[in-house]
């Protein structure tokens, strides 16, 4: 059994075994849930033959052995699962993405990864994985009768829906790239919602700081490999952040599953990991694609072009310009109770209980949806999952974070 050596992280100790990662101590649960949310990386639990016997090993010179990993080559399968407590959003997705996202009988297409990968940030599903360097990675979500792959290969992104027979093509710099590889590391690689667990433990680590415990928590062993679990928690109280685990090959440190346990208890919000996996060099065949005969082809290019001809291209940021009213975004609080401040533009809340006008119809429905809270900020409605809670006041100011209720008043009442 392993050591359960553990590290109180500071600034200095995550600065100095994640350099390369981006400071995002005040935001904790934004990095986190973002994952989740976004946040992506996600599996039940794995089948496992009994904890290994393996090397003891302190949280700090795990936290380096993850650093350190350098694994370019992989294939394997996952199991990922996100449970945020709100409904399916893979349907909503395309109404965000441009030009509808799903091509229905419009310009758009069923197989353009951003709304396709956003379909991981809710339900379970079934990926398959294989890397092979910076320049070559597959990603699919297989169905009960149908498949998605996106392909990275040499500057190129495809992605193929086998369900409508669409495919996707565009230069690596159109899509989008992320900077992750199997292990976490970067490079240029398709971007979308982070589905491995190195890229969720990445983040995770990221944020830790003066407000996080990290230790190791055991052994384990996933996809038939053995691991060290190394365990992250919030010191502070009121995060609705219980904890997150990660299970790290002993041999290349690369994550192999990550699991983010909400502190109400029950089932994990995310887990992900691998079911199989391989360390070896994938067939070169898994970065090739020919779009089948008869399927329709959709060039980002086009997209664009037709975006900008009909003057879609610069709505969003037209609408996203509406921010410029927003006074400012204050942050209340550090590490994992932090809460982002919000004031809505004009003041408009939603309607206090009674007010004129308002149907006893409408009002019941709005109650339904939230908790009515009062406080010295005033009142207003907490609009709960089982991760990110926010509550509106009704004179139009947002509190947002992963932290409880009582944690929402709190942070409005010290607003004031």
Known sequence: MASNDSTETTGTTTGTAVGRRKAARYIVPVAVAGVAAA????????????DPELPKITAQQLIEKIAASDQQQLSGTLKVTADLGIPS????AGS?????GADKGGDGSAADPQAKLMELTSGTHTLRLAADGP????????GDASEYSLIHNAGEVWA?????????????????????????????APKGVPATPGALAEEALAAAGDTTSVTVDGTAQVAGRDAYKLLIKPKQSGSTIGSVTVAVDAENGVPLKFTLAPSGGGKAVV???????????PAASSFTFTPPKGAKVTEAEDLKAEAEKN???????????????????NVIGEGWTSVAEIEVPGGAGLPAKGAEGVPAEAQQFLDALGDRVTGSFGSGTVFKTRLVNALMTDDGKVYVGAVTKDALVRAADSAK
């Open 271 to 281: 887990d992900a990991g691998f079911t199989k996996v391989d360390f070896g060099k």
């Open 89 to 92: 959003v893979g349907g909503l």
């Open 135 to 142: 320049d070559k990675q597959r990603l699919s979500i297989l």
């Open 311 to 329: 003057g879609k291209a610069d709505k969003a940021p037209e609408e996203l310009g509406a921010l410029k009213d927003f006074q400012g975004l």
């Open 160 to 188: 193929y829906d086998s369900a409508s027979e669409e495919v996707y093509h565009a230069e690596a710099d159109e899509a989008g790239h992320g900077d992750r590889s199997a292990g976490g590391k970067e490079h240029k």
């Open 39 to 50: 946040t992506i990386g996600l599996v039940p639990a794995l089948a496992d033959s009994g």
């Open 96 to 100: 965000f993405a441009p030009d509808g």
